[in-house]
């Protein structure tokens, strides 16, 4: 894993510091199938079932640095899968902080949870729904991270993010951030050259 790290801070991708530390102690490893652990300190995306992927370490720390997240934080991460990203945001928020994860694909909720339960004390920190995550949402989030491609932003994830928070999300081939400037006021910026799998939403 610190050779990965070290060519992704060598890349410029990775340069926040709680968000390096996070990288080296989560080890990928024990996030990926085990037909695929030999695998899993490469800089790409992984097959983790269910035609779903784990991220690829650039993009996962393109989307970190976007983020922001930081020690004390409330962060919902949309999209969980393997559940490497729940876990590397878990250890950057710390006790005093909470991740609330979601996934909608059954097998994927059971596979990430097994997962994340290898760090008992990150595994303290967050809350796992298995379902849709465009209702029912926890109040008052600094940031909301996606791991799909968007076709619309639910409205509740502008509603429920604290004015300051970040929203980061992959929509029409680009990641986007948001920041809540004021009630109903977001500031966008997008990175185009990204792919990612779609975001599945209940049907009404």
């Known amino acids: 894993m610190e050779e990965l790290v070290e060519s992704l801070k060598n890349t410029g991708v990775l340069k926040t510091p709680n968000i390096i530390g996070a990288f080296l102690k989560i080890d990928r490893k024990d996030f990926v199938p085990k037909s695929l652990e030999r695998s899993a300190y490469l800089d790409e995306a992984l097959p983790i079932g269910e035609g779903q992927t784990i991220s690829q370490p650039y993009t996962v720390a393109f989307m970190f640095e976007l983020l922001e ?27 005093e902080g909470k991740i609330y994860a979601f996934e909608r694909v059954r097998e994927l909720c059971k596979f990430g949870e097994r997962n994340l339960k290898k760090y008992p004390e990150l595994f303290q920190r967050v809350s796992l729904f298995c379902r849709d995550a465009s209702h029912d949402l926890p109040e008052s989030i600094d940031g909301i991270i996606c791991a799909a491609e968007l076709s619309e932003v639910p409205a509740e994830w502008r509603e429920k993010i604290k004015i300051g928070g970040r929203l980061v999300y992959p929509k029409d081939g680009a990641i986007f951030k948001e920041i809540k400037t004021k009630e109903n006021g977001f500031r966008k910026q997008k990175y185009p050259g990204f792919a990612f799998v779609p975001y599945i939403q209940d049907q009404a």
């Open 69 to 95: 997240p930081k020690r004390g934080e409330k962060i919902m991460d949309v999209g969980h899968g393997s559940g490497w990203t729940t876990a590397l945001l878990s250890e950057i928020v710390g006790k």
